[in-house]
């Protein structure tokens, strides 16, 4: 059984002949560049400098010998400019990491250092704007660089939080197109995060793709503007979503069956024990637009479509479901009320669960290779019977987590397989 057989079956909620693995195809389901080097050199491939396939989070690209090492059946289409508005593709560069790894980024990647050593990139690679990342001297990724002006409410406009919510060009159709076809001829299912077609992300990446970004841009700002200013908040939803409508109508023209997952949207609704809001503030403010936005990829496309939600939303995967979505990821066992018996039980029927394989706060980091071994096995014994179930870490693998330990998740899930 091939990658994409065993997928079709998985989403559909049907036995596969093994459990389906995802490891490096998303920006949530990723690992961190030097995770990957390291697997790299654990596996006995060639060293070369790994490519960062999404710099915010530094998150590594993994080639076509490692994607065969790990077992892996999905693979990502990666859209034309990255999450700094850069574009992100060859020709690339090397560049030093604060930790002294040497990585490729493209060549519109520009970065300073401040007088404490912190690394500042900046919006579409120009240093004459102030930078949107800072990476710690210390750290291994960006935190966003909140640059948002003062709000004056009566000058509030909604076009101005849809600036990264345009319509498609015909230079990123023919980059969506090209892109899709290159994945799909690896033989693997293809996921994809299309551009301009999310909904309500605009809180987790505040315009650090944006030179001069306007609007509402603080996180917290925008999560108090669901209660502060609910009118504008849908105006905005109501908007993208004929934006999103619009562009999966032009995408599905041109990629068709080449694209297997629609990463819709990566809002978080969860903390480790509640969530941001009430089920009913979902159900008045997000779960319409998403409910339209699913039926139309569902009524025209064969695509699943993907929602990714950290932290505690039990209470929410009715709603996910009702909503119309296929998948739910990470799937974030560590957190309050995420039991994985109770949600195969109760959701496993309605949602794949993309996700929850392992715990990334503490056994994949921290524990033995034996406690990894364990835990994979027992999670893919709860999640992987009757389908729905696509093997992926609780969220990206960060940059020190042991590699032993990465290797034995690989191997447990290979026993678990029978192999």
Request: with cysteine; proline share 5%; aromatic share 10%.
């Amino acid at each position: 059984m091939t990658s994409k057989e065993r997928f079709d079956l998985t989403v559909n909620h049907r036995q596969p002949d093994r459990v389906v693995v995802d490891l490096g195809s998303t920006g949530v389901t990723g690992i961190h560049v030097l995770a990957v080097e390291n697997l790299r050199k654990f596996y006995g491939l060639e060293y070369k400098p790994v490519r960062v396939i999404e710099p915010y989070q530094m998150l590594g690209e993994l080639d076509h010998e490692l994607i065969e090492a790990m077992g892996i059946d999905v693979v990502g289409a990666w859209g034309r400019n990255n999450m700094f508005g850069i574009y992100n593709h060859e020709p690339l560069m090397e560049i030093t990491t604060n930790w002294g790894q040497q990585v490729l980024v493209p060549q519109g990647f520009r970065t300073t250092k401040d007088e404490k050593g912190d690394m500042l990139v900046y919006p579409e690679g120009d240093t004459s704007v102030s930078p949107s990342g800072r990476m710690p001297r210390y750290g291994y990724f960006f935190d966003a660089v909140i640059r948002q002006e003062p709000i004056v409410e009566e000058q509030l406009n909604v076009e101005d939080n849809l600036e990264e919510f345009g319509l498609i060009t015909k230079q990123d159709l023919d980059f969506w197109t090209e892109a899709t076809q290159k994945v799909r001829a690896t033989g693997k299912a293809v996921i994809a995060g299309l551009g301009g077609t999310a909904l309500g992300d605009i809180a987790l990446v505040p315009g650090i793709q944006l030179k001069h970004p306007k609007g509402i841009r603080d996180v917290a700002e925008w999560y108090m503007s669901t209660v502060m200013r609910p009118g504008y908040i849908k105006a905005v939803f109501e908007r993208q979503t004929e934006i999103a409508l619009e562009n999966f109508r032009h995408l599905h023209a041109a990629i068709g069956d080449n694209l297997d997952v629609a990463f819709l949207c990566g809002t978080d609704f969860g903390t480790q024990d509640s969530t941001f809001c009430a089920p009913e503030q979902f159900d008045d403010l997000w779960l319409p637009f998403y409910r339209k936005i699913n039926d139309w990829v569902h009524s025209h496309t064969h695509w699943k479509t993907f929602k990714h939600s950290c932290g505690a939303v039990e209470t929410f995967m009715s709603r996910f479901i009702d909503a119309g979505f296929d998948i739910i990821n990470p799937v974030q066992v560590s957190a309050r009320g995420m039991n994985p018996g109770h949600l195969k039980k109760t959701y496993g029927k309605d949602l794949v669960f993309w996700g929850g394989g392992i715990d990334t706060q503490k056994t994949l980091p921290y524990g033995t290779p034996e406690d990894v071994r364990e835990e994979v096995l027992r999670l893919c014994g709860i999640f992987a019977p009757g389908g729905g179930f696509v093997f992926n870490t609780v969220h990206n693998i960060q940059a020190n987590v042991p590699v032993g330990n990465i290797a034995a998740m690989v191997d447990a899930i290979r026993e678990f397989n029978g192999a």
